[in-house]
């Protein structure tokens, strides 16, 4: 099994810094892309910054030169950090992994979630 853990969200005000972290731990073979979402209230959830094992990045429009996306497969954790926040930058921040698990002989892929840390930017 695979648990992933959040941490690092909280309460802060609008043009101030945050940085999540997100841990995998488990009997994992290896991690492909993680990635961070945001479900803001009342909306669904959306996509925020990905990453590959290999380090290429990608970023939604609404955060580009926001937000860095980073990661230390040595110790299967990502991380968020994102400066001048807004109010629209509220919400609930989700971790996903995707994983591969071994059981022998089968290499097996599955997507996890952690169980989301909650961000809330005041103006």
């Known amino acids: 099994q695979v648990q992933l853990v959040e941490s690092g969200g909280g309460l802060v005000q609008a043009g101030g810094s945050l940085r999540l972290s997100c841990t995998a731990s488990?009997?994992?073979?290896?991690?492909?892309?993680m990635g961070w979402y945001r479900q803001a209230p009342g909306k669904e959830r959306e996509v925020v910054a990905g990453?590959?094992?290999?380090?290429?990045?990608n970023y939604a429009d609404s955060v580009k030169g926001r937000l860095t996306i980073t990661r230390d497969n040595a110790k299967n954790t990502a991380y968020r950090q994102m400066n001048s926040l807004k109010p629209e930058d509220t919400g609930v921040y989700y971790c996903?992994?995707?994983?591969?698990?071994?059981?022998?002989?089968?290499?097996?892929?599955?997507?996890?979630w952690g169980q989301g840390t909650q961000v809330t930017v005041s103006s």
């Open positions: 488990g009997s994992i073979f290896s991690i492909n892309s």
């Open positions: 990453i590959t094992s290999g380090g290429s990045t």
């Open positions: 996903k992994t995707e994983v591969f698990t071994m059981s022998p002989p089968v290499l097996r892929k599955d997507i996890y």
